[in-house]
């Protein structure tokens, strides 16, 4: 079948900072002008160099008719930079990009909503700039409205309304369009859990529909669900396109994977003091079986230091504190149930410690640990933060229609009970 | 908190909630055999794409009825604003060019001559400035979607339109009032609107692109209208300055529409040689700016 989007090395070049708030003042350009001569010497000598970055470097890929398309990578990998390339927003450094039809482009919502204009003057406002025809605004008015649930507010201006009301009209608007490639960019990170699952809902009718989209996400779980193919950027090319499920799997895999092994095999080097080094520190699921996979939100997994006591006879443990994303402290765990060598005098020499985390009882997110060596139960004697990061991500098999994070800091399995106390509600 | 309940809305809730999206013509096996757009690096020369621009007529419409919606929301006196401006304007300058300071006003009664001379430049003053300032008060709409830049500049100068009309009705007013005769030289004035606009958008879209750059723009632009005001003959007509330093003055352009509307209004002859540069200067200016803002365009969406 022919690709309804063709692209050919596509490339875009940054100057560094303009992507930025740095705005020329006509002063500066004439203190410039007035500078080039010199200007000119200097980058003989390959002295001065305009700082440039490759947002986009040589992005080749061709999307079928009716295919919809998940774009993932980490910040600053070059998707929303794709996106915007697409969509006529910007225009490429170099390459080629083929439409094979109209394209319509969502990388906000509610683009061009006028907080003075009531909800009704902005579906027209909003539709306008979308690209919609006003005729086709006026045929889909009532279902945009429906869609909406905002029947009672049409007339009130939309400074008024409250930000999930805002987030539905816009949404609403826009999930009306027809464009037969439609672009969007990470829409479905706002509003409410139903909201959310609406959208998505909505997503699913379109791509049912046989348009074409290309979605950016960092929602693994939608991506996987949604996008029957996936193009994984990192630092503006291409590192892998494929199946969604496979490319989603691979790139938590590799990204995630790097603070989760650490070593040390110099005492001389490694981090410590002289009363104790590290020299390993590592994240992995608990079964050796899946050392390789990343941790989800079920697995269980060990954390596991070792270290050099270089006093003999000090009287060691380790203190770690889980934090999340948020810079939240989840908890706080030492070995003090260990039977072992808990309480007792180390002597010199290179001690492992495990502390081992039951699975479902974790949120998903990136994780970092910080370490604390104590000696006798209450001196802190070394203290390295971040000295792991890792990341729990979200497991599929849970998920029955809700695709956004599970709120709360921590995500536990918890027992639960219902039962009929007494039949046909009446109370006696 | 007032939120208002409309009647008409209600009757929407009998819709069912299940939206669901139109069947459209288009079939993802019947893909046209030339691309619909291509993207691509432009060229140094890019012409105004004028199907371009037909294509998103409707933007055009609903962005003029946007500023012209929005401009006097959340005022208490409204669309009076659009009548005050040059009205006030009149009766200051009348008190103190008129009588203080006796400034001639070719044998016409001062206030109205003044108004005849503030209404085309109110409209072209209020139209380079807020069209000058457009694309950057339009940043979230350029980083996010795309049409035809243009428009915004565009609409910016077209929304002065209807304070333009509003404003014009006072002038009729006037003219019955002073007992003006009309003659067939009003039927240039949709001429001499229609130069204004387009004089208005040459500067405005040129200055929109400038001002994206360069920030400088918004604090040099009132002083620049402010300057142009008195190089015109609003204030004073273009027989006060000396024959030798006339020509100088009908290098602006406003000086050949302003003078125009005068002789449209009360039927004096037009200096066709005035108007003709005018005309001239306008259209020069209106390509050099589309070309220029085609050239600046490609930048918008990364430095703005």
Known sequence: MRPIVRAESVSKEYAIGAREAVYDTLRESIVEAMRAPLQKLRRRNGERHRETIWALREVSFEIAPGEVLGIIGANGAGKSTLLKVLSRITEPTAGRAELYGRVASLLEVGTGFHPELTGRENIYLNGAILGMRRAEIERKFDEIVAFAELEKFLDTPVKRYSSGMYMRLAFAVASHLEPEILVIDEVLAVGDASFQKKCLGKMGEVARQGRTVMFVSHNMTAIRSLCSRALWLDKGTIVEEGAAETVATNYLRTTFSTLNQRAWDDPLTAPGNDKVKLHRACVRPADSALQLDAISVRTPFVIEFECWNLVPGACLNLSLVLYNDEGVALFNTGPTNEPVWHGKPFPAGLFRSQCYVPGDLMNEGTHRVQLHVVQDQSVVVFRADDVLVFDIIDSAELRTAWYGKVIGAVRPSLQWRTEMVDAAGERS | ?304
């Open chain 2, 1 to 304: 908190m007032d939120i208002s309940t409309s009647g008409k809305a209600s009757t929407l809730n009998s819709t069912t909630p299940t939206a669901k999206i139109a069947d459209t013509h288009f079939s993802p096996d019947n893909l046209p055999d030339e691309p619909v757009v291509t993207i691509q690096p432009n060229k140094a020369w890019s012409v105004v794409e004028l199907s371009d621009l037909w294509a998103f007529r409707e933007l055009l419409y609903f962005l003029i009825w946007r500023d012209v919606k929005v401009r006097y929301k959340q005022t208490g006196l409204g669309v009076a604003w659009a009548i005050l401006q040059p009205l006030l304007t009149m009766l200051i300058f009348t008190l103190f060019f008129g009588r203080l300071a006796g400034v001639p006003s070719d044998n016409i009664p001062y206030p109205i001559f003044a108004y005849a001379g503030l209404l085309p430049w109110t409209f072209f003053a209020n139209a380079i400035s807020n069209s000058g300032n457009s694309l950057v008060g339009s940043a979230n709409l350029i980083t996010k979607v795309y049409f035809p830049r243009m428009i915004i500049p565009g609409a910016a100068v077209a929304a002065g339109l209807v304070d333009f009309a509003i404003a014009f009705v006072i002038m009729v007013l006037l003219m019955i009032y002073y007992g003006v005769m009309i003659t067939w030289s009003v039927l240039l004035f949709p001429v001499l609107v229609l130069l204004t606009t387009l004089l208005a958008l040459g500067v405005g879209m040129w200055l929109s692109a400038l001002n994206v750059k360069y920030r400088d723009v918004r604090f040099a632009l009132p002083f620049l209208i402010q300057l142009w005001m008195f190089l015109s003959p609003v204030i004073y007509p273009a027989s006060f300055l000396p024959l030798k330093l006339r020509w100088l003055l009908s290098l602006n352009p406003m000086t050949g529409i302003i003078e125009g509307y005068r002789s449209s209004l009360f039927g004096r002859p037009f200096n066709w040689t005035a108007l003709t540069l005018s005309a001239a200067v306008t259209l020069g200016l209106l390509i050099y700016s589309s070309y220029a803002f085609r050239r600046m365009e490609r930048t918008f969406a990364d430095i703005i």
